[in-house]
């Protein structure tokens, strides 16, 4: 049992960096929590989100390509963050979305050098995390 969350878990991850075995979750209390699964406690924490967030996915193209250990987080504050857990820093944001990001998920290719995107907005974003750069904006959906 992993505690620290005020507010429901939307979101949850689960890798291995370095031989590490994390877990990372999304919660309505705006916080990306980051927890070693062997020793059950939290490792790090990052608040930079204004309101829920509820999607949390760590990033593979980041440990591959540049051996950072990071995790991408989507929250209603209609925000995209990426955060570096080793050096405890938010490295990028994607702004795109003209409302709440509801779910994020990395490419299975390319060790996950794209993402996509869904938002209330009723848009699908497809990025380029290399370049930090919106590919293509999907519409066409009637609901979120």
Do not use: M
Not at 8 to 35: A, E, P
Not at 44 to 55: D, P
Not at 106 to 112: A, E, K, L, R, T
């Amino acid at each position: 049992t992993f505690t620290g969350h005020t507010g429901r878990v939307w979101g949850i991850d689960y890798s291995v960096f370095d031989n590490c075995q994390l877990i990372c979750s999304g919660s309505y209390d705006h916080i990306v929590r980051i927890w070693d699964i062997e020793t059950n406690k939290q490792i790090q924490s990052f608040n930079g989100h204004s309101s829920c967030v509820y999607g949390v996915k760590f990033s593979q193209y980041h440990y591959h390509s540049h051996h950072h250990n990071v995790v991408c987080s989507s929250s209603s504050d209609k925000t995209i963050r990426f955060w570096d857990i080793k050096e405890n820093q938010q490295l990028k944001i994607f702004n795109g979305h003209a409302s709440g990001v509801i779910g994020i998920e990395f490419s299975p290719f390319n060790n996950g050098r794209y993402l996509c995107s869904g938002s209330f907005d009723k848009t699908i974003c497809l990025w380029d995390v290399e370049t930090s750069k919106s590919l293509h904006a999907f519409n066409g959906h009637t609901n979120y």
